[in-house]
């Protein structure tokens, strides 16, 4: 960081997507939403506050699902900011619940280190080991934790 401006290099040097696949398919699986929907919260985190066209805004990069407006809010993934008054507002204003910034934040974290991906059977359903997929994503996710461990000199 020069200048207190952030560079590409600063977060090259920090490998923060390195593992933004594990990390992404281990929040996806054990939250019940899909990767896709996922990444749209992440983005909608970003903007803050938003309407319905904004959101759709979101969508362009990814596969279009007419479901997933619906999705999102029955899974209390977005809540209503502030609801339109007839008068001077003329659309709902939504934002990212707390449940879906916790998750975003929790990634955040594991992404740079502060936290480890869990790996008890209570609160990772990955590590059951049900599938092939999930067997393999077991030796991934061991794999992010001891990364961490190594890069903090720990």
């Given at each position: ?86 008068v001077n507002t003329k659309k709902n204003i939504y934002k990212v619940s707390f449940k879906g910034k916790n998750l975003i ?10 936290e480890d991906i869990p790996t008890s059977t209570r609160r990772n359903s990955i590590m059951k080991g049900a599938t092939y ?22």
């Amino acid at each position: 960081m020069r200048g207190g401006k952030l560079e590409y290099s600063d977060l090259r040097d920090l490998s923060i997507l390195k593992h933004y696949r594990v990390i992404r398919k281990w929040a996806a699986k054990n939250n019940d939403i899909s990767t896709t929907d996922l990444e749209i919260l992440i983005y909608l985190d970003c903007v803050g506050l938003f309407n319905r066209l904004d959101f759709i805004d979101g969508q362009y990069s990814h596969s279009w699902d007419s479901a997933r407006w619906s999705r999102l809010m029955d899974g209390g993934w977005l809540t209503v900011f502030s609801k339109r008054d007839r008068v001077n507002t003329k659309k709902n204003i939504y934002k990212v619940s707390f449940k879906g910034k916790n998750l975003i934040n929790r990634i955040y974290k594991i992404m740079v280190g502060e936290e480890d991906i869990p790996t008890s059977t209570r609160r990772n359903s990955i590590m059951k080991g049900a599938t092939y997929t999930d067997k393999v994503l077991i030796k991934s996710i061991k794999d992010v934790n001891k990364d961490k461990t190594i890069n903090n000199g720990i």
